[in-house]
């Protein structure tokens, strides 16, 4: 099955520290990957839509200047959380979609998810 | 406004103890349901898509169901470990993001 790979599983920064969290899918390319942000006993909330070799899309209410996103590589997305501040602290989920065949409808995979601790 | 709710919030099993987990949805062209298994601290793992009402998949003692409003997870005489949130997504013809329902934790007694 398709492999979705997060990195780091927990980090714990400084408040105003910036911090990079990678997703990468290992055996297959993704031209979208997605970011989303889970807080405890809560669902996962979209945060913005990465695209390779273009720029990313945010939900509404998502600060696109705090949380930066590249997806320079059709395997490779990055989430760098600028200036972190304690209210970021959160558990960051990718996910990127595998096309299946000809057909529009993809399956979407998952990495391990991020802990965030911004102390 | 596409909605996913799943019901009920919490479930307590015994071992043995069959039941199922529901998904209500409102979405705008269905092209995909999904359901995940999570487990605390880690991400969703993928476990069914369906894609048409009256489509089943089966996987161990799960069993998912479709129709044009909702969408079960049948677990048959469950374990331990299969204790977990369960959530469930769709996915609309707006886009490839998934929505998700806030998920059913199960807890299975031995």
């Known amino acids: 099955g398709a492999v979705v790979s997060q990195h780091p599983s927990r980090v714990i920064c400084k408040s105003g520290t910036s911090v990079k969290i990678e997703c990468r899918s290992l055996?297959?390319?993704?031209?979208?990957m997605f970011w989303y942000r889970q807080f405890p006993k809560k669902s996962l909330m979209l945060m913005a839509t990465?695209?390779?070799?273009?720029?990313?899309?945010?939900e509404q209410g998502v600060e696109k200047d705090k949380f930066l996103i590249n997806h320079a590589s059709l395997t490779l997305s990055t989430l760098t959380v600028t200036s972190a501040h304690p209210e970021d602290s959160s558990f960051y989920i990718c996910?990127?979609?595998?096309?299946?065949?000809?057909?529009?409808?993809?399956?979407?995979?998952f990495g391990q998810g991020t802990r965030l601790t911004v102390v | 406004e596409d909605q996913v709710t799943q019901s009920p919030e919490a479930l307590r099993l015994q071992e043995g103890e069959s039941s199922s987990l529901n998904c209500s949805y409102t979405?705008?062209?269905?092209?995909?349901l999904f359901w995940y298994r999570q487990d605390p601290g880690k991400g969703p793992e993928f476990l069914f898509t369906?894609?048409?009402a009256g489509e089943e998949k089966e996987k161990e003692r799960l069993k998912a169901t479709l129709t044009k409003k909702e969408s079960f997870l049948h677990i048959t005489a469950p374990k331990p470990e299969d204790s977990a949130t369960y959530l469930c997504?769709?996915?609309?013809?707006?886009?490839?993001?998934?929505?998700f329902g806030k998920g059913t934790s199960l807890l299975v007694t031995p």
């Open positions: 996910s990127a979609t595998k096309p299946r065949g000809a057909t529009v409808n993809t399956e979407a995979f």
């Open positions: 055996d297959f390319q993704a031209t979208t």
């Open positions: 990465s695209n390779e070799g273009s720029k990313a899309t945010y």
């Open positions: 979405v705008s062209g269905l092209r995909g």
């Open positions: 369906l894609y048409s």
């Open positions: 997504a769709v996915r609309a013809n707006s886009g490839y993001a998934l929505n």
